[in-house]
């Protein structure tokens, strides 16, 4: 019998909980693994008011999320352990969910965001590279997630750089669905979607190489000036959007973004698609190596992927693709004293 830990870090936020139960219950790693969940939460702190009578510490909120993964009764959950210690947290596991980060607060810059971010991410490298399982594989769903990934990377080197993964998988259904509700075709005619680049409004929802139904997108829907000007910062926003019409950032999606990527690296892609992540590039595309960049990929099912070569951009991708690198860039400058040399 095969057993998985898995670590969760942030594992009293609200995307947790949304994915927690779905990481127990034998949907991504099949009904003959049992599966031992690592919550990670910040420690308490002594001095807390708590800001109306039902707030809760987030270390509370986690063992509360503990004790409704027992109450589901999964054959295949083996154990629940909650920690505010990362080198526990993170002790044999076979998958890590960095899933915690600090929000933005008021008047915070988004250089501010990734300096405080960047920190968490080093003693988190750190940590999983103490203590994790030699099979480890690292998915960072807390934003800036293509930033925060390259911080823990660099500080977590004794892992192989292409365990190491960030989440576009999220903006990639977004661009899958986005799609299909145009063309009026079901998410599974849609193949050969790319999200290029960083997890931010700079991604490039790549619309050109994608397929509907095996045909070129672009032969579906004839209206370059939609995909343009409306397909593709809809995507870009898509976040923004929910935030407005929630009042809370992506919770629901953003845990299924998670589960499709950890499924798709244990059960692979299917035969002629790909599928979004964010990885340690060697190079490809002309991206400087190291930087943590959204590509095509597919996967083995055996948790590796290859980043797949030979896609053509056009004039308009080029530039979309041009802006988002330079993003990226940008927010390795602001986090380079958290990279060892
Ligand atoms: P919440 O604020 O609900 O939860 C975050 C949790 O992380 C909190 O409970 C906090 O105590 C915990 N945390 C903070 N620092 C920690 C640390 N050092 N160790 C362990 N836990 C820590 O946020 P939620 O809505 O769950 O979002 C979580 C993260 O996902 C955010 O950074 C968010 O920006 C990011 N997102 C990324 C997405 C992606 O596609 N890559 C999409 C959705 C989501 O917005």
Not at 86 to 114: S, T
Not at 308 to 326: C, I, S, Y
């Amino acid at each position: 019998m095969k057993t998985m830990k898995v670590a969760v870090t942030g594992a009293g936020g609200q995307v947790s909980y949304a994915m927690l139960a779905r990481l127990a219950s034998g949907e991504v790693f099949g009904p003959e693994t049992k599966v031992i969940l690592h919550l990670l939460e910040i420690p308490k702190k002594p001095d807390w008011t708590p800001p109306n009578p039902t707030a809760r510490q987030p270390l509370d909120i986690a063992e509360g999320n503990a004790m409704e993964l027992l109450d589901c009764g999964f054959p295949t959950l083996l154990d629940v352990v909650v920690t505010d210690d990362a080198n526990k947290a993170f002790n044999g596991v076979n998958w890590a969910l960095l899933v915690g980060a600090a929000p933005r607060g008021p008047g915070m810059e988004r250089k501010d965001l990734l300096g405080l971010n960047g920190k968490i991410f080093v003693g988190q490298g750190k940590a999983l590279a103490k203590n994790a399982a030699s099979d480890v594989r690292i998915l960072i769903v807390g934003n800036p997630c293509n930033t925060n990934c390259l911080v823990a990377y660099s500080n977590g080197r004794e892992i192989a750089a292409d365990r190491w993964h960030a989440m576009t998988r999220l903006d990639h259904n977004r661009a899958v669905s986005a799609l299909a509700v145009k063309a009026g075709a079901k998410n599974e005619d849609v193949t050969n979607v790319t999200i290029w680049g960083n997890h931010s409004n700079t991604q490039y929802p790549d619309f050109t190489n994608a397929k509907i139904k095996g045909k070129p997108a672009t032969e579906v829907i004839t209206d370059r000036a939609w995909l343009e000007g409306t397909y593709v910062p809809q995507c870009q926003n898509r976040g923004a959007a929910i935030i407005k019409a929630r009042g809370l950032s992506s919770a629901m999606s953003a845990a299924n973004g998670a589960i499709d990527h950890v499924k798709t690296f244990v059960s692979g892609t299917p035969s002629g698609d790909w599928t979004s992540a964010a990885v340690v590039s060697t190079g490809e595309y002309g991206v400087p190596k190291g930087l943590v960049f959204g590509y095509p990929v597919t996967t083995d099912g055996k948790g590796n992927y290859t980043v797949v070569e030979g896609v053509k951009l056009d004039a308009f991708g080029q530039a979309a693709f041009q802006k988002t690198l330079n993003e990226l860039l940008e927010e390795k400058d602001a986090v380079k004293d958290l990279l060892p040399g």
